[in-house]
């Protein structure tokens, strides 16, 4: 018998979020200074992207230069100029080109959506257009985010200011320039960043734009989509409302920076971060400057934020840079039964909060091992639990009870050497010749019907010798180990 301890898993439910690792709520942000005095142009409205190593600063409100941080020499360089206004938008990279899509240009509150996507070639720091938005679906401050070499586009606003949130949800394949239309997401929200980890996107904060108050109407509530069950899940809503935040993450949790608020005339540094697979949010240590619609990115396991306004709206913009070094680990099996949070999901369709999925007594990962169904408590359909089944694959064959078995009786195998009736009848037979064709048969003598050479004696050893031979053999099927004769 196979039985996971109930306190185990209680355990493990209860103080998951303190064993997972996780960014330390005491680390403070660091200040990112240039070698050379450098700085990026204020901007806000604006997008972030690493490539390479290096850091790319996009778009912004009125027309701003494309600019590159190099970690390696800490400077700040203009590459090039923007093809236009571009403005309210989640840059994305693939190998060294930078998409711009599902953008807005020009003026408040009724910007015009950009229905081009715009790519950056960071080798040789030019633009071109590649496709464009599906038809009926354009819309600016819309998310986007990469998974697997294709493209995702999520929310956004198609009036601008004015209204015109939306929950749609669509794939571009760049290499194609062709759209899937995805399931809406449960939420429509705009002026919001989404976020890839763990197998799910994740987004959190933004609003539903209109006038004559923008600023009104904060989502508050958390979407996830799985990619491996090709489904969404609202999840717990985020503490701080705000639109306008940056995003990063790594390990297992996403992280949500700064943001804007109508409660508020200034920006926020409020910091909050969430598990991705329990929805659970906290607090960390706070921007050094609170901003909103600046950029964020991650640059390996440093979550960087830059520019943005200080302000609630558009004023005053920022060139100032900032860090939080974040906790990269991952807790791969949450629940400890031996399988990867990925195989769980991806594969076994197992619970990743309950080590034995279907409650058996044998752990989802000593099933997979015998090749029992770690979803089906008994595979073998033979009545019997898989932890308590001796071989879980197979049903159990029923053995008799060998008490309620009757008595059999059989004949013993004939002994050669000892005579049969017959065979002893035929030789007590005698052939009749010419002498003695007029003596009494033995059955005129047993008659009485005259004298014979047979004489009644051997008729009495005859009957003597069969009874002695006779005997009666009972098999007891009470043993498995052989037969036992009993005599009478």
Avoid at 52 to 64: D, E, K, P, V
Avoid at 67 to 74: D, T, V, W
Avoid at 235 to 246: C, D, M, Q, V
């Amino acid at each position: 018998m196979h039985i996971f301890p109930k306190f185990l898993l209680l355990s493990t439910l209860l103080i998951f979020n303190s064993l997972s690792a996780q960014t330390a709520d005491s680390l403070a942000w660091q200040a990112v200074m240039s070698s050379d005095n450098s700085a990026v142009t204020g901007r806000h409205e604006s997008g972030l992207v690493a490539v390479n190593g290096n850091l790319y600063a996009l778009g912004g409100r009125s027309q701003r230069p494309v600019e590159r941080y190099n970690p390696a020499s800490g400077t700040w360089a203009a590459v090039a100029t923007a093809p236009l206004e571009l403005h309210h938008f989640q840059p994305v990279a693939i190998g060294h080109e930078i998409f711009v899509l599902g953008a807005f240009t020009c003026c408040f509150p009724n910007e015009p959506t950009i229905s081009d996507i715009y790519v950056f070639d960071t080798l040789t720091n030019t633009w071109s257009i590649r496709g464009q938005l599906p038809a009926g679906r354009e819309r600016g401050s819309a998310a986007a985010f990469v998974y697997e070499e294709q493209i995702y586009l999520l929310g956004g606003n198609t009036q601008g200011h004015a209204g015109g949130a939306v929950a749609w949800f669509d794939r571009y394949d760049p290499t194609t320039e062709t759209w899937v239309e995805l399931p809406d997401a449960p939420h429509a929200r705009d002026h919001f960043g989404a976020f890839v980890l763990n197998n799910r996107v994740v987004a959190a904060a933004g609003r539903q734009t209109s006038i004559p108050n923008p600023f009104a109407d904060p989502v508050i509530e958390t979407d996830v989509f799985n990619f491996f069950t090709n489904t969404w899940q609202s999840i717990s809503n985020i503490p701080t409302a705000r639109a306008g935040a940056l995003v990063g993450g790594a390990g297992d949790e996403i992280i949500v920076a700064g943001g804007e608020i109508f409660s508020s005339s200034v920006s926020l540094n409020t910091v909050e971060a969430m598990n991705v697979y329990t929805g659970v949010w906290r607090q960390l240590q706070p921007l050094m400057l609170g901003r909103h619609s600046g950029g964020g990115a991650m640059l390996g396991d440093e979550f960087h934020v830059l520019a943005g306004s200080l302000n609630t709206g558009g004023a005053p913009e920022t060139s100032t840079h900032e860090m939080l070094l974040l906790d990269a680990t991952k807790n791969t099996d949450i629940d400890g039964d031996g399988l990867s949070n990925d195989e769980e999901e991806g594969i076994h369709n197992t619970d990743l909060f309950n080590p034995d999925s279907d409650n058996d007594g044998l752990n989802d990962g000593e099933e997979i091992a015998l090749m029992s169904d770690p979803n089906n408590n008994d595979t073998d359909a033979d009545g019997l639990l898989d932890g308590v089944d001796d071989d879980p694959l197979n049903a159990l064959l029923v053995e008799v009870d060998p008490d309620n078995e009757p008595d059999v009786e059989v004949e013993p195998e004939p002994d050669p050497d000892v005579e049969t009736d017959k065979e002893l009848e035929n030789n007590l037979e005698v052939e009749p010749d010419e002498e003695s064709e007029n003596e009494p048969t033995m059955t005129d003598t047993m008659s009485g019907s005259g004298g014979g050479s047979v004489c009644w004696w051997m008729l009495c050893a005859l009957l003597v010798g069969r009874l002695a031979r006779t005997v009666t053999l009972r098999v007891n099927y009470s043993s498995y180990r052989g037969v036992n004769f009993d005599y009478d």
